[in-house]
């Protein structure tokens, strides 16, 4: 059974930082694109960030350019999200997502997605 756990969230300051990891585990993500969404209230879940599977490449939501960094390790079967110069209007869930399609795109749409993880809450206070 594949699991996604995020974990990293919480509670910080505008301008502060976060560093968001994603753990998985039940199968290898080696040759898939991940990623991560984001969820506010009342709104849709959106793109934030992705990275390819070699980690050449990655793609980044143009709110979170210059701000936001996405990495992987292969060898823990992760994903992170660096999160700098926080502002209020990033408070969401964040969601960790690996693409469904082997080799994929970092244009990463939420159709796009087979595995979600549980979310973890960010809160940045002004």
């Known amino acids: 059974q594949v699991q996604l756990a995020e974990s990293g969230g919480g509670l910080v300051q505008a301008g502060g930082s976060l560093r968001l990891s994603c753990a998985a585990s039940?199968?290898?993500?080696?040759?898939?694109?991940m990623g991560w969404f984001r969820q506010a209230p009342g709104k849709e879940r959106e793109f934030v960030a992705a990275?390819?599977?070699?980690?050449?490449?990655?793609n980044y939501a143009d709110s979170v350019k210059g701000r936001f960094t996405i990495s992987r390790d292969d060898n823990k079967n992760a994903v992170y999200l660096q999160m700098n110069s926080l502002k209020p209007e990033d408070t969401a869930v964040y969601y960790c997502?690996?693409?469904?399609?082997?080799?994929?795109?970092?244009?990463?749409?939420?159709?796009?997605?087979?595995?979600w993880g549980q979310g973890t809450q960010v809160t940045v206070s002004s």
């Open positions: 997502a690996v693409d469904r399609n082997i080799l994929g795109s970092v244009r990463l749409d939420r159709a796009l997605v087979g595995y």
């Open positions: 039940g199968r290898t993500f080696n040759r898939y694109v």
């Open positions: 990275i390819s599977w070699s980690a050449s490449s990655t």
